[in-house]
């Protein structure tokens, strides 16, 4: 390939050169650049879906140890006394459903405070608002569990 350099002596034409211009970027140049990128955006790839995949686990852990906490024996003996056909069962299934609560409160929280709007989150039964009630009559470990998950 050739191209025309002019020179310019205080703006006039002085003479014309031409120079050979040589083209250095090869297929194979061209090759590498490609497979460098791809491996680059690959990395970046693997590290987006290993941060995903760690704050799933993370999230899926904190959840499993809320459920697996449980009210003091004191909590749940008030509340049989006020459920007496209850079955451990449908306990742990209505433990689950509070601590859902809680997890739905913390999030409208922290959306009224980006937001500036306040969301109002709705008791989802009376079942499980009596054994929030009685978990709150137990103050001091009402407030450890949520110093601890909230």
């Known amino acids: ?3 025309k350099t002019v020179l310019v002596n205080e703006g006039v034409v002085t003479k014309s050169v031409d120079v050979a211009v040589q083209s250095n970027t090869t297929s194979s140049d061209v090759n590498f650049l490609i497979t460098l990128f791809v491996i680059i955006v690959s990395i970046a790839l693997i590290a987006v879906v290993c941060s995903w995949w760690e704050s799933l686990q993370s999230a899926r852990k904190l959840k499993n140890e809320k459920n697996a906490y449980r ?3 004191i909590v ?3 509340f049989r006394k006020k459920y007496p056909g209850i ?3 449908e306990l742990e299934l209505v433990w689950s459903a509070l601590v859902s609560y809680f ?3 913390a999030l409208s929280h922290k959306q009224s405070q980006s937001s500036g709007v306040y969301i109002n989150v709705g008791m989802p039964s009376l079942i ?3 054994l929030w009630h009685e978990m709150i009559l137990d103050t001091k470990n009402y407030i450890a569990f949520c110093d601890k998950f909230y």
């Open 1 to 3: 390939m050739t191209e």
């Open 71 to 73: 009210p003091s024996a």
């Open 76 to 78: 749940e003996k008030k």
């Open 87 to 89: 079955t451990m069962q």
């Open 103 to 105: 997890d739905a409160i």
């Open 128 to 130: 499980v608002d009596d």
